[in-house]
């Protein structure tokens, strides 16, 4: 119909055996596991080296039906971990091949070759003893003693024409590419997608990239089923993908304007164009021809980007707080020195004072969320380069003259604006202001934009149910003697994906989305929670790299969607007030209770402060308010509440509950504990923090003192119940 920008072809067909592709000459490091039908270790055998072709004489159990795992780790063991004596679970969970040695496998090469790891899971098989050997036959008794071996890794070969006048291919990015090599797959019970998108994605950029060209490279498999909406090829959009699809980016910026693009999006998958599968194996060829006339705006793979900046049409002023509320897409602006307090506007005087001899010079993104963890389109967009932030967010002096003219250091002397990208699903993200142009010299104070369709109103009296989208529930005091306090909260954690009520959250994907931030007692900036499919160690500490981000965290990235940041410590001790605003993603602390130095410390209070973390009209719980829940909550916690995740509690005497995930704690920048164990409510008071420990069935909800630097997730409240 004239409307299509390119094609995208698998050439000459999806291959599971490539003739021209070298094979090992011997399975080296070989492990053959057999366990039974729910994945308890049997019996099992290992070998240096096997000759391929020959038969093995290897011990077993006989069974009906049991399963049979069989891995040659590769020469010089990419996969660095046997299997051992684990159970199938801990398998799938613990053991990864080294994917850095599979990148470097040369194809062509036989030596490089043997490093590849090769795998076979068979889940139902017959072992049968007949003169003294096993015999490895079909659940039906049937005789197959061939087995073959599948190769780990996904060959991914790209090549690309483009011929689109005014415009130049400058980048293209693999995205949604499982960051490891989970030697035996643990597809989904449900619908058979593997690996769950709890785990972490990565992005791989293509280097030297022109106008045509040829990209190969080794990817884990990802395979995320069919989508019925996906009839054609030009269907094969972001709306009809599964969630968490493999696709290449292709973006091309105009030879006159660099800010202008044309962002094209190609999925993976197989020959149909329902097929979203990204299998082991096999080896994908793809040729993308782009030759269109003009914008391609009929073509649903193709975005047109042509950025304004985020203060152009923007007069969305709206109440300053160290929290804002918006929905995706959403545009607006705000006065930095100004800060809403019980419905009305003071000045921020802890940043008229660091801004009294520079001002504003300023304001960047610092970091993002994607959608769903590592996957998905980042929440605040793409910054139009490392320098020039404005697409996403600007600062204007209100008299309209430069930023750089007059130090800006008053309520009322400039407005910072603010745009988050259409089209996604809602997330985080950080913009901060510096005392330097263009992003540079200090972080003078920073603020979290909250990406959500969630909006309760800051107003009210009671408790709402629907929409979802406006929930928030009314604390109702057990009784009016027992010096509780009655509030009106938010129904999740801030900073949450979504909440889950009156029923525990079916995966652990959705557990994961419950979590929220974790903030400083006193301190404004958020921290981010675990995202895993494990059950982390009740003490978890991780390596700050700058070349992979830790596992099992929630990822921020850069302003360029797919690099993600990798925060910096500010010392093993605490700091001062201005030293921790001024690096707002990283946590600060060990100094006795307190992360803080300075006298006064900072204060969360009633009266919210200039610390307060919350949006505009809520504020940080106080004790006697969650108390309402330790009484309300007075039975034993079950014992099955660490599987749960966490837990259901009663709020008033309805008997509708919430759910309280157990999202544990950092109290340092490489440390987590209690993931999975004890959920956490933060308080205005000092050291005071609601908590909910899971580990047994004999522990109920109690209002306990932490270390100040501990941070911990929070629920806002109303400031004002009217």
Known sequence: GGITAFSASLCPQVLTRDVTELTPDALYNLEIRQYNSAGTYLAGTTFAQATIGTALDVTLQVSDDCQLVIVARG?????????????????????????????????????SMNKMPYVLHLKHVKVVQESGKYIIQSIDGAYDVRLRL?????????????????????QILIQSVPLGYTVVDAPDENDGTYPSLIQQFTTIEVPSVGNSGTYSCWIPANARGNSSAATSEILRTKANAPQGSAFVNFVAVNKTDVKKKLDYRVYLGGREASDFNVLGN????????????????NDGRVTYIDPIPASQNNNNLIPTANCFMVTPGAAFCFDPFSFQQGGNSVTNDKLVEWCSSSGIKSVKLLWQTKENGDVGDPVMGIANSDDDHTNIVDIKRTDGSSITLV?????????????AAANTSGGSGVIAAYDGENGTGNILWSWHVWVTDYHPDASGTETV?????????????????????????????LGAYEAAFDAIPKDMLTMSRNNGFHFQKGR??????????????????????????????????KPDGFHAVVPQSIGSGAVSLQTAYRNPASIAGNGGYQWCTDNPLPLWGTTKTIHDPCPAGWRVPQKSELTVLVNRNATVIPTSAQNDGGILLKYDDTGNKFYVRFTGYPPAIYQLNNVGVVGYVSAIERSSVFNVNGSNGNLKPTIGELRDYDAHTTRCVQEKIE
């Open 150 to 170: 599948k190769r780990l890794a996904t060959r991914l070969t790209v090549k690309w024409t483009y011929t689109v006048s005014d415009f130049d291919m400058k």
């Open 407 to 419: 130090p800006a250091n008053g309520v009322g002397q400039c407005l910072i604006y603010c745009r």
């Open 75 to 111: 020469d010089g063991k990419t996969v660095k971990t046997e299997l051992g004596t684990r159970t199938l679970q801990k398998v799938q969970e613990n053991i990864t091949a080294d994917s850095t040695v599979i990148s470097r496998i040369d194809p062509t090469d036989q030596s």
């Open 282 to 297: 096999t080896n994908y060829n793809y040729t993308v021809n782009f030759n269109h006339t003009g914008i391609p705006a």
């Open 524 to 557: 404004k900036d958020p921290f981010p929670s675990s995202y895993t499919t494990q059950k982390l160690p009740i003490v978890y500490k991780f390596t700050l790299s700058a070349d992979a981000p830790p596992k099992h965290i929630m990822n921020r990235y």
């Open 465 to 493: 149910l629907t929409p979802e989208t406006k929930r928030k529930l009314k604390l109702v005091p057990a009784s009016s003697s027992d010096g509780t306090t009655a509030a009106i909260m938010m129904d999740r954690n």
